[in-house]
């Protein structure tokens, strides 16, 4: 009966079919983008009230058998379906209009992925194209200028990552670092680690809404790594090759020549007999010119005798000249370079109903600004995920990666470093070594040699030669890293879904050192060597049930999990020395033993989490998440906390009123409020008092104490709210404005003692106890801005623009700690930040400068009338008694030293530092900061700009204060010295008016040199600046050429990193850290400029 | 019934979730690097580890300050030397302003910051000891030699700052020098002590101290010289006595301390001051497997030091001192004596010209550190007059013992408080037992009296502790005047070193308290000296 019945229905449809095949025409077309005109690739065609179809082709073309009377429907993802009337043609072209409206855009959020329209939290994304576009070897570099809140500065050398401040600054003691979450699971590597080229999206969360269920490693915010994954059924593979340069990005600061150093040593020194020895200005210029070289060393450069380098008035004897042979005095030329940069990428990805894969391979060599610095790496990934039966979706991610990062100036000492030397060494010395006529002593194969110092008594650096000693030492670290991540959703009951993941990720990095036995560190060992080796151990294991269910207009979704997660590493450190064979550096080659060590140190979590999520209409979305979670790091007390967030949007857009609003799409206005924490500002025993062990004195075990207890700790947490507004105007402009408020509570804070106490390190000088204290407020707006300027068919053209307002501010300090400096309660100093209620955590509090005594030419600072006093009057100042809890007027003030005071006009001035005063002097974090971006594209060329910027921020100027520094030691000067104070200006008197001047450069005179140049709002420089990020151009050969050759794209672009960086000085960096304080031994920003050529198969 | 199954799913799903859930110790995780107070004084034994540790913290670097930093190896020689007049730094000016007294006043300074912090930091790990000690399982015995030794670092380090951060004796007994902290518990605003009220402590402890080593049954019981015990009390109570001008107690102490440490022999005088001798008191525990790198004292002060600090800049006796040493006397060959150099060496630096020029006064000098039995200098090494030959190292960069109390100290100590006294005769007998029984000037007598003998003391002081730490403590209690000459004046000073500070300059030659206490404690109520 049933087999009759289907012969039936099989005759009956071919019956029904037969007239249709006899009207059937081929209808041949092109559908395309209505903005871009592009083709648009696997766009579906049906002809509709019937299950025919087709697809278009990679460049938007199609051919159909269609019945003449047919209307066709045409769609695809993204774009607003479109119905046409074949009406007997062979020919139908097809515009589609993008759905700007109904973007079923997915977004990777927090346990999953959303609908970009229902996140009611703070997100930015980046996309793999915008990576693709930036010569970086890690992908952390990319985020700068790229979304709004997001504060970041460049690694200098190659494989550094970029640190990263979300929406300010919460934490004190260090940890402000934002959490990393690859595929869904906690990071604990190095982002390096990681190939750009495999990485599908980076997602930034926020605020609370979108990171609360990371619960107490949220409050810096979270970032998410997607890897790539098979997406299309068609098969596909690609090949690039870019190779580059790798130099400095940032000049160096303008340095006076030979000739005028001489003439600023000799003023100095001259005037440091003087003062400290009681000469007599004859007696001094007369002792200088005799023992010049014992000053200098038994270096002459030029064509003049060493005494007759200088006149009876010590002045430099200009018409002397520079040996012909010196042709290496500056160091520069012998550190950095144009490092030289290859990237090689191969990947394949395919997808289809049953199973997607993604796999890649790339290669990464990178050859850093600064000589013997470079950075290579081989990765590889595979991500394959399978459904074998309906309701069974599983796969697994498995990642390993070498890399290897050679001979860094970061880190190194003073000594070592070879990028500080060439910034300090005084342009008298030659980087070789020369004969007395000035021509190259050569070794006997005849070959210049280093010059170490030794042989003319060089002051600076003496024994030592960076640059030499960087290419005879080793210092590099190698690191393997593997992963691999399984994961099984099961679905049951139609609406439910466990997922379970697993991950586990080990890395073992191994650090080697080797100081040679010739020069530098290594040579009073005779040789040494050592090896650190890491092992770290990574897992997460992840079990979510997630519930999604529609009824009506109503779509309800929960997810309940528990995830554990556990890191420990394994550290061992060895220490050999004296050499057996020269230059061996293998630990076999050496016969002594100074030292081997080695412990365990462990990490973990476990947390319980749940989120639920409602959705109206797609009008109104509901999202409220909490998770339970206990640290380790905690004493068992208060190990566990609760973790919370609320959120709403509401698409306006889709409200009836605002139907007939034309100029205005996709409004939507969110708002959402949680808490979240911080575990990371403790150690990872952070609560207990700790006893050190490991050291040993006569051969006996020595210890002492370390830590001192804190058991009363717990994590900070941050209560965030945040709303926004964004939309579309005149479907070309689109903005969103979003306001944010964090609170940090319970701030960890390492609480410092008076030395007296007793000091807890010797590296550094701390007595600090660990407390919750205090907390900290950023707030501020983020906007961002672009629009389409040209939309053509074949030219385009946008602009956009985002800028962050931010403010940090200290709330709360504890009353138990009150410290009363400089007539403050409530403060506690850092450096040269002074942490107070109401003021910023980066808010410089340093000694005054009130300007240079024209009179004298020496600086002058206010004076700390808390303290000291220099009239009569007002002896007795104020102290904060700690019983009374008040101010006291008894304090007993002394009296300033007469060499360091005087009293100009009526005021008080000092011109030593511990007597001055120290105020507020502005913040190193920018008050707003953000970038500018365009992009341009004609026919098959693109150009694309990106320019960042930070508006408002102070920096002290270190590395220019180095140079400003002239004491007794030879040393590199910066031109500003030039014009140094050398006598008071005419007309000047006692009691002129201007007789402190804040522009005139202070004497030279190396007795006050400590006084004149100490660390004071002198330094302080605008760190305002403007970073040309980014400039690309990229051209796609034609399709129809490419086709033809049988490949699927090929594309030649040109990049360039960094390309430009306007500041207020020449040679400074603002970049260099949060803290302002800029140093001469630091990595810069790298420019990094490749060209490359993508080819897809 | 659809219902039920429904439910059983879901359960079993949950169940799945749940099961995962970890143990109930999974979040108990100990550190494997360090331990806890509480295992450190459950036991006399463990508590021993402790009492290295201040040993430890004596000698350790503290990079904190920078490179040189190394414990109470600094002290003697930055400040007990490098600020007097007796040893200069040949060449060098990275001292001029701490030498010429221009630090005193700054509360930034690292050689006034670190002397407060270090010194604190054994004073707090000692008071944690003397505090906690009471508890711990073990013998009263054990207990109370613990509790000696660790009053013993205490008294010491107290001294110390008193010295460095108070006034002398004589003027400034009831003026504020450090913070008095004893327990640990005191509140962070605490005021200074005045000298007399520090003084009186350090006294409480020695005496606590000596008491308790008699009690414990194992007063002398030390294995090796360089850890804490009954002698090393006396011989601390006996140098806090002389500079407290408490001659009496000075006198006897010196004399309790050095009965069983025999004045060594000539041929010690000559071994470099690196290895303990029958005289070695108390010092410091150094080699190479405890290695202090470049931080070390003898990488800063041994002739022959691979430290280019040393190589370029060593250790010179001021020709004012040099000059008066008998020719009988072997002490004379612990520097090397230019007569008959004259123009080959720079008078201003005292450096023979560059090596490579093989100039006559290099050659010498490389020639004389051999003679004699003596460890040659590093040929990349620089050659002074007046260059140090006295102490040098074991193995390099720059190991040694470094000797921190011995009998000739204590003997000169007896012969300073018999001087006092009016005991004219003790003392004089006691200088010729310390140059002429013990061989190192065998022709020496003395008659001198009054203040001539008192000069007779300071100038053997000078001599026999040269490069010891003592210098600069010395001319401060004394109150004495720094007068560093040029070599056209008869000395052989650098000329920006060559100046007069007379005691009651520069601040008193008392050190400001630093910032890292001012920051911090507000309960200090004067920042004057």
Redesign the interface.
């Known amino acids: 009966m049933r087999k009759l019945r289907l012969l039936f229905t099989c005759l009956l449809t071919v019956l029904a079919l037969v007239p249709a095949l006899a009207q059937t025409i081929t209808v041949k077309g092109e559908v395309k983008d209505a903005n871009t005109g592009e083709g648009v690739p696997f766009a579906s065609i049906q002809v509709k009230g019937t299950m025919t179809g087709t697809a278009t082709d990679a460049d938007g073309n199609f051919t159909i058998d269609v019945p003449r009377n047919a209307t066709l429907i045409f769609s695809s993802i993204g774009y607003l379906n479109q119905e046409a009337a074949v009406e007997g043609r062979t020919t139908v072209n097809i515009l589609l209009a993008p759905d700007t409206e109904s973007i079923e855009e997915l977004v990777v959020v927090a346990y999953g992925v959303a609908k970009k329209e229902s996140v009611t939290g703070a997100i930015s994304t980046v996309k793999s194209d915008a990576i693709a576009q930036r010569p970086v070897s890690s992908v952390s570099n990319v985020l700068e200028g790229m979304a709004t809140g997001v504060l970041s500065l460049p690694g200098g050398d190659p494989g550094d990552d970029a640190s990263i401040r979300i929406r300010g600054v919460g934490s004190v003691t260090g940890n402000n670092t934002p959490l990393y979450v690859i595929d869904g699971v906690p990071f604990g590597g190095n982002i390096s680690d990681l190939n750009p080229n495999d990485i599908e999206s980076l997602t930034v969360l926020k605020d609370a809404t979108s990171a609360a269920l990371y619960g107490n490693r949220a409050s810096n915010g979270v970032i998410l790594i997607t890897t790539k994954r098979g997406k299309s059924d068609k098969v596909g593979m690609s090949v690039s090759v870019n190779q580059g340069i790798y130099n400095r990005a940032i000049p160096e600061y303008d340095k006076v020549d030979a000739k005028d150093f001489m003439q600023i040593y000799f003023t100095g020194y001259m005037n440091?007999?003087i003062a400290?020895?009681?000469?007599t200005r004859a007696e001094a210029i007369n002792?200088m010119r005799?023992?010049l070289f014992?000053?200098l060393g038994?270096y002459n450069i030029f064509d003049v005798p060493m005494e007759n380098l200088f006149d009876a008035n010590g002045k430099f004897n200009y018409s002397a000249n520079i040996l012909k042979g010196y042709d290496d005095l500056n160091w520069w030329d012998y550190t950095m370079r144009n490092g030289y940069r290859q990237d090689y990428n191969v990947s394949g990805s395919g997808a289809s109903e049953k199973s997607n894969y993604y796999f890649s391979l790339g290669y990464l060599n990178e050859e850093g600004q600064t000589v013997n610095s470079d950075f290579s790496r081989w990765s590889g990934r595979a991500n394959i995920s399978v459904t074998p039966v309906k309701w069974l979706k599983a796969g697994a991610n498995i990642s390993a990666s070498w890399q290897k990062s050679n001979y860094r100036s970061t880190g190194s000492t003073a000594y070592a470093n070879p990028l500080y030397q060439a910034h300090v060494m005084a342009p008298i010395y030659p980087v070789h070594l020369h004969n007395l006529d000035g021509s190259y002593l050569l070794d006997e194969n005849g070959n210049p040699q280093y010059d170490a110092g030794?042989?003319?008594?060089r002051?600076q650096y003496?024994?030592?030669c960076a640059i030499w000693e960087a290419e005879l030492d080793t210092r590099f670290t190698q690191r393997v890293t593997t992963g691999a991540q399984a994961f099984a959703d099961i679905t049951?009951?139609k609406d439910?879904t466990?997922s379970?993941k697993g991950d586990v990720s080990l890395r073992n990095s191994m650090d080697r050192t080797y100081n040679n036995a010739t020069i530098g560190?290594g040579?009073?060992?005779?040789g040494r060597a050592s090896r650190t080796n890491y092992l770290y151990t990574n897992y997460t294991?992840q079990?979510l049930?997630n519930w999604h269910h529609s009824f009506g207009d109503h779509t309800l979704e929960a997810l309940?999990?528990?995830e554990?997660y556990y890191y420990n590493y394994e550290y061992q450190y060895n220490y050999k020395q004296d050499e057996t064979l020269p230059g061996g550096r293998e630990l076999d080659n050496f016969n002594?033993?100074?030292s081997m060590?080695g412990?365990?140190?462990?990490?973990?979590?476990?947390s319980y989490l749940s989120r639920l999520k409602y959705d109206y209409m797609s009008k109104y979305f509901l999202e409220g998440s909490f998770r339970r979670d206990?640290?380790?790091r905690f004493h068992?007390n208060n190990?566990w906390g609760n973790f919370w967030s609320v959120g709403a949007t509401w698409a306006i857009s889709r409200e009836e009123f605002m139907k007939n609003v034309g100029w205005i799409d996709n409004l939507r206005y969110r708002i959402s409020y949680g808490q979240v924490g911080n575990d990371r500002g403790s150690g990872?025993?952070g609560y207990?008092?700790?006893?050190?062990?490991?050291?040993?004195?006569?051969?006996?075990?020595?210890?002492?104490?370390?830590?001192n207890?804190a058991a009363d700790l717990v994590w900070e947490s941050e209560n965030s709210f945040s709303t926004a507004l964004e939309g579309r105007l005149f479907d070309r402009m689109n903005f969103t404005a979003e306001y944010f408020n964090k609170t940090t509570q319970d701030l960890l804070f390492d609480v410092?003692?008076?030395?007296?106490?007793?000091?807890?390190?010797?590296?550094?000088?701390t007595?600090a106890t660990t407390q919750n204290i205090g907390s900290v407020r950023n707030y501020g707006v983020e906007l961002s801005f672009d629009v389409d300027i040209i939309k053509k068919r074949d030219f385009n053209w946008n602009f956009g623009v985002n800028a962050t307002w931010m403010k940090n501010v200290i709330l709360k300090l504890p009353e138990t700690d009150?410290?009363?400096?400089d007539g403050l309660q409530n403060a506690m100093?850092n450096g040269t930040k002074l942490y107070a209620e109401g003021h910023g955590l980066y808010d410089f509090h340093i000694y005054q400068f009130a300007g240079v005594d024209q009179m004298t030419g020496l600086v002058l600072y206010e004076i700390d009338d808390t303290?000291?006093y220099i009239l009569d009057e007002n002896k007795i100042g104020d102290?904060?008694d700690?019983d009374k809890k008040q101010l006291v007027h008894?304090?007993?003030k002394?009296q300033v030293?007469e060499e360091?005071r005087v009293v100009i006009n009526g005021k008080e001035y000092v011109m030593?530092?511990?007597y001055a005063k120290r105020d507020w002097s502005g913040s190193s974090l920018p008050k707003i900061y953000g970038s500018f971006n365009t992009g341009l594209r004609w026919k098959n060329f693109s150009l694309s700009a990106l320019f960042t910027y930070a508006l408002g921020s102070k920096c002290i100027d270190g590395a220019y204060q180095d140079l400003m520094s002239v004491s007794?030691?030879p040393h590199s000067y910066h031109v500003d010295l030039l014009n140094a104070w050398s006598e008071a200006p005419s007309g000047m008197t006692e009691t002129s008016a201007d007789r402190i001047s804040k522009t005139v450069t202070p004497r030279i005179d190396g007795y006050w040199n400590?006084y004149t140049n100490?660390t004071s709002s002198r330094y302080l420089v605008s760190g305002n600046y403007l970073i040309v990020k980014n400039v690309n151009l990229a051209y796609s050969f034609p399709r129809r050429w490419v086709n033809s050759i049988g490949l699927g794209g090929i594309t030649l672009s040109a990049s360039v990193d960094n390309l430009w960086t306007f500041t207020a000085r020449k040679g400074m960096n603002p970049q260099q850290g949060f803290s302002g304080v800029i140093s001469g031994s630091a990595v810069n920003t790298p420019r990094v400029g490749t060209i490359g050529v993508k080819v897809n198969f | 019934m659809k219902n039920m199954k429904k439910i059983s799913i879901i359960a079993l799903a949950l169940a799945v979730l749940v099961s995962f859930g970890c143990s109930k110790d999974y979040l108990d995780t100990y550190p494997t690097s360090s331990t806890s107070p509480g295992t450190i004084f459950e036991s006399t034994d463990a508590a021993k580890v402790a009492v290295n540790g201040l040993n430890k913290l004596m000698r350790r670097q503290y990079g904190a300050y920078g490179q040189g930093y190394n414990g109470e190896g600094t002290v003697r020689l930055y400040i007990g030397d490098y600020l007097g007049a007796n040893l200069m730094k040949g060449n060098s000016t990275s001292f001029l302003n701490s030498a010429n007294g221009n630090l005193y006043v700054s509360n930034t300074s690292s050689l006034g910051g670190y002397s407060w912090y270090y010194y604190y930091m054994v004073i707090g790990n000692a008071n944690t000891l003397i505090k906690n000690i009471d508890e711990a399982e073990g013998t009263d015995g054990d207990r109370a030699y613990i509790k000696a030794q660790a009053l013993c670092y205490r008294a010491y380090c107290y001294f110390n700052l008193v010295q460095i951060f108070g006034r002398r004796w004589s003027d400034g007994s009831d003026k504020p020098s450090c913070v008095l902290r004893l327990t640990g518990d005191e509140p962070d605003n605490l005021d200074r002590a005045t000298s007399g009220e520090v003084y009186a402590q350090i006294y409480a402890d020695l005496d606590e101290a000596i008491s308790l080593f008699n009690k414990s049954g194992k007063a002398n019981s030390r294995r090796d010289g360089y850890t804490m015990d009954l002698d090393v009390a006396y011989a601390i109570y006996a140098r806090v006595a002389l500079t407290r001008e408490d001659w009496n107690n000075a006198l006897k102490y010196a004399q309790l301390a050095r009965k069983d440490y025999p004045l060594q022999s000539v041929a010690d005088e000559k071994a470099g001051f690196c290895n303990p001798t029958s005289e070695w008191i108390w010092y410091q525990y150094g080699a190479e497997d405890e290695t202090l790198y470049y931080y070390d004292y003898f990488a800063y002060a041994a002739y022959n030091a691979a430290a280019s600090t040393v190589r370029n800049y060593p250790l010179l006796i001021s020709r004012q001192l040099f000059d008066k040493i008998p020719a009988t006397d072997i002490r004379r060959a612990w520097w090397l004596d230019p007569a008959g150099y004259e123009g080959s060496f720079n008078t201003n630096t005292m450096k023979a010209s560059a090596q490579n020029s093989k100039n006559k006064l290099w050659v010498y000098g490389q020639d004389y550190a051999t003679q004699d039995g003596r460890v040659g200098i590093l040929s990349n090494s620089c050659v002074f007059a007046y260059m140090n030959f006295k102490i040098h190292n074991n193995a390099q960069p720059g190991i040694g013992n470094l000797c921190l109390f011995r009998s000739s100290e204590m003997l000169l100590i007896e012969a300073e408080a018999n001087y006092q006294l009016h005991n004219e005769a003790a003392a004089q007998a006691l200088l010729v037992e310390l140059n002429a029984t013990s061989k190192r000037d065998p022709a020496y007598t003395c008659d001198k009296s009054g203040s001539a003998l008192m000069d007779e003391i300071k100038f053997y002081r000078g001599v026999e502790l040269w490069g010891e730490g003592f210098n600069w403590f010395d001319l401060k209690r004394w109150g004495d005047t720094i007068n560093r000459k040029k070599y056209a004046d008869g000395g052989n000073w650098m000329s920006q070193y060559a100046i007069t500070i007379t005691p009651n300059e520069k601040n008193n030659w008392t050190w400001c308290i630093p910032q890292s206490e001012t920051n911090y404690n507000k309960g200090i109520t004067s920042t004057a000296n």
């Open positions: 440091n007999l400290s020895s009681g000469m002792d005799t023992n014992t000053y038994e030794e042989l003319y008594s002051p003496n024994a030592r049951f009951l439910f466990l379970i560190d040579k009073g060992a005779n294991f079990q049930l309940v999990g528990h554990n002594s033993m100074t060590e412990s365990q140190s462990g990490y973990r979590l476990e206990g640290t380790s068992k190990r990872y025993y207990m008092a700790l006893y050190g062990l490991g050291s040993k004195y006569g051969g006996s075990a020595a210890s002492y104490k370390t830590q207890e410092e003692h008076p030395s007296s106490v007793g000091g807890i390190s010797g590296s550094s000088v007595t009150v410290t009363n400096y100093r303290k000291y102290r904060w700690e008894d304090f007993q002394s030293p360091y030593n530092t511990t007794t030691g400590t100490a």
